[in-house]
């Protein structure tokens, strides 16, 4: 076996090779797999639903503009204003975001019903704004489905078809403002315009519509709301939705922009508006009163004809006109005191006291509480957008507002008190100035009280107009801290979905990336033999060649179309086994395989067959007593066999048949017999072998698989050579552990490997070329070219040849 010839000449194949070659040879299953993604790829574009995304941008107001005192200077270094004004952004985020104003902003909109075209196939699908042809108006008394479709054919100008399927069963034509009425759907149906439908051609045409309860419409544009800062230390905010109608959203930006800017407004007129409500309420009590007392002046005048007050009198009244406006202020400063009292008795939230400087007190303390609460009520404000009620932050608020309140009420009642004690004052000098008055004649003395009374309500009437005047101007010279920069403009809305240069792009990597991920997985978890490489890497037993796939129906290739390449397959290996056993003169040569499957008894009848036909005397022997399949190969009796040969029971005349092939016989295997192990080994059968030797040139033998049975190890003393079958893409790798212990461990030295069932592309295509080195044998000298074989070879393509070549230079 020393002389045995290196069967390998190619040089050993890096990876990245191998999966070249297989590209290569399978350029038409990536083709494939790019044309699919390619494919998807242009559905996805075509009938996916497109989805854009409009902008538009507020300017947040600032309330932490630079000072040039020393205080800003300390601010600038510390980084306290830039904190504060992140606060301030970040609050004004949440109010956007908030539930409260997508309500607002949706209640304004008509979005309460959403309408969409369906294409003629019934795959795309389009969104309508204000392009709908027709219009839904839903019963708002009886009950409605929300987010139910609700499917509308349009058969002419004057009809359509309403379908509502799945548990409703709902088929019915009607006229276009025909009310429909059902236990869950309740609306008519018009057309937007006079002319909306007329302008239609091609019916019918199919829409459906969907109605929305408005939380379910709240929740879902607040959640796909986006609002992003322009920058770490600016206050321009940028808000973003996505949706399938530019227009829609759009309307929804510039609603939303609007109602925050709004809400701002109202908050600041907040004050005024109270200061107004509040004024009024006043009036309403003082009006009459002035009324009233205005009718008794004039007709106590009118009845008692007094024009003028003497001049003793007019003295008097002076003075009990300065005492009584006093007693004004005093009253309405009483008035507003009890106003505090009622707001922190009834603990009312978020809503702003009154500042006592607009009603003319000009107590530093109280004015200093009330500021502080009134921010602490906007700053909670603020954060219960944002979070709930059990917030760490939002109950020290509640906390601080709270202390502020018994700080408010303490001080009230102690400005009650002090308010008090000066109307009682007043009140003795008023008695005491009445006792003057007395002394005057009696009408004079009447004319003054009604006078009197008159005055006081004026004044007080007078001021209350001049208070309100003041909060309506406050109100009216109000403007939003926020403005609008950019609106949301529909024509330019992105399309955000489908990305159709990325889609395609996308398909051209999967399409070839997949293919190859599968190929490389599938190898890496691949236990078969695939590559002249696992044999190499997994036995030192040589290979003596290999056998091409059958492409025929016959059993008998060598004999049955001669001039095949599959019959040229087993001349080289008849070449092969020439060259191994040149001095033997009656060769034996045992043929087995590892497992069944592996075409053993192919591979025995066809070798058997090649050598008869080159004019040696060969005998194929049936040995697989289990399973004997040579009989049915060459259509022979299997009465009479070795089985019975070596029982004693039939004689070599009964048991030898010779074939339609010249100079080939076969010894067929007879009856399954019970101990097929011992017959093997018994001395009838060395007998035998070594009397076949003398009649014939070639022995072929076909014993059953190595790793089922051991029959083939108990020729090894009678055999000369030792051929195992291994499948390609069959055979386990774990077989070749088998092959290599039998060759090292059992004694099997003269043993070769025979490669069967090679494709003319390996696994996924890949050559696994053999490459015998010596041609199809020694001594044929000549090299098959295309036209030689029966079998047309396929061309090899002048690209992949050079690459290959290439390859193989720089491996």
Known sequence: MDQFPEIYREEESIDIKKYLYRILYNWWWFALSVFVALTVAYLVNRYSEDIYRASCSVIVANENTPRGDIEGVIEDLTNVRSRRTKAVVQNEITILKSYKMAQSALEELDFNITY?????????????YNSSPFIVVPDTSKPNQFNYPVTVTILSATTYRLTIDDQFDINEVLYFGQPFSHNNFNFTIFPRTPESLKSLDHFPLKYYFIMHEMNGLVNRYRGGLSVEVNDDKGSILTLSLTGPNREQISDYLNRLAGVYIQSNLDYKNTTSLNTIRFIDQQLRETIDSLQLAGVRLQNFRSANRIINISQEGNALFQKMETLNSQKADIDINGRYFKYIEDYITSKKENIEIIAPSVM????????SLVAQINNLNTERRNLQFSSNENNPKLTMLNMQIENLRMDILENVNNLIESNNISMSGLGRAIDELEIEIKKLPSTERQLINIQREFNINDQIYTFLLEKRAEAGITKASNTSDHRLLDIARAENAVMIKPKTSMNYMMALVLGGLIPLMLLVLIEYFNNKIVDKKDIEQLTSVPVLGSVGHNEKAFDLPVFENPKSALAESFRSL??????????????????????????????????????AMAGKKTLLVSLDLRKPKIHRIFKLSNEHGISSYLAGISSLDKIIHHTNVDNLSVAVSGPVPPNPAELIESDRMSEFIKQMQKEYDF???DTPPIAIVTDALLLKELVDIHIFVIRHGYSSKLVLQLVEDLYTKRGLKNMSLLVNDVQTKGYYGYSYRYGYGYGYGYGYGYGYEHGYYDEEAPVTHKFRKKLQKLLKKRS
């Open 699 to 701: 022995i072929i033998i």
């Open 116 to 128: 969409t075209a369906v294409g003629r196939r019934g795959i795309a699908e389009s969104k309508l």
């Open 574 to 611: 008849r070449a092969n086994l020439q060259y191994l056993l040149k001095n033997e003169l009656h060769k034996v040569i045992s043929i087995s395989s590892t497992v069944s499957g592996e075409g053993k008894t192919f591979c025995s009848a066809n070798l058997a067959a090649i050598i």
């Open 360 to 367: 003319g007190i000009q107590d530093a303390l109280l004015n």
